[in-house]
């Protein structure tokens, strides 16, 4: 009787959790320098866009009038921490592609006028 085996990889990110758990706690420095060393991998910018959709999309439930302060801090310092790397823009452009429209005002009150925004890319992208 042959007894055969078979391995199959799986891959599953896990950098986001991470790097949340650090802009969370207003760690922003921290995140840059731990993102860094995975910013080589295929998946990176993918990483970060995940990150970014996870923090818009965090408390969706309550209304844009009951606006937490807190929310807003950590949106702003994912921000902050996204501007640091190169694909900060596409990450944008693909977490506003995947969020309802009923969150823009929240992610785009953070990250600036997207008209301004794709103007900027535009720009980048001639160079």
């Known amino acids: 009787m042959d007894t055969e085996f078979v391995f199959f990889f799986k891959s599953?990110?896990?950098?986001?959790?991470?790097?949340?758990?650090?802009?969370?706690?207003q760690?922003?420095?921290?995140?840059?320098?731990?993102?860094?060393?995975?910013?080589?991998?295929?998946?990176?910018?993918?990483?970060?866009e995940i990150l970014l959709h996870t923090v818009v999309e965090s408390d969706a439930s309550l209304d844009a009038e009951n606006e937490d302060p807190c929310r807003d801090a950590v949106l702003s310092t994912t921000v902050e921490f996204l501007d640091h790397f190169d694909v900060a823009l596409d990450v944008v452009v693909g977490c506003a592609r995947k969020t309802e429209m009923t969150r823009w005002r929240r992610?785009?009150?953070?990250?600036?006028?997207?008209?301004?925004?794709?103007?900027?890319?535009?720009?980048?992208?001639?160079?």
């Open 107 to 127: 992610l785009f009150s953070i990250v600036g006028n997207p008209k301004a925004l794709f103007e900027v890319g535009a720009c980048l992208c001639v160079r």
């Open 12 to 25: 599953h990110l896990f950098l986001h959790h991470i790097l949340l758990y650090h802009l969370e706690a």
């Open 27 to 48: 760690q922003v420095q921290e995140a840059v320098l731990l993102a860094a060393h995975y910013q080589h991998l295929v998946f990176f910018a993918h990483a970060l």
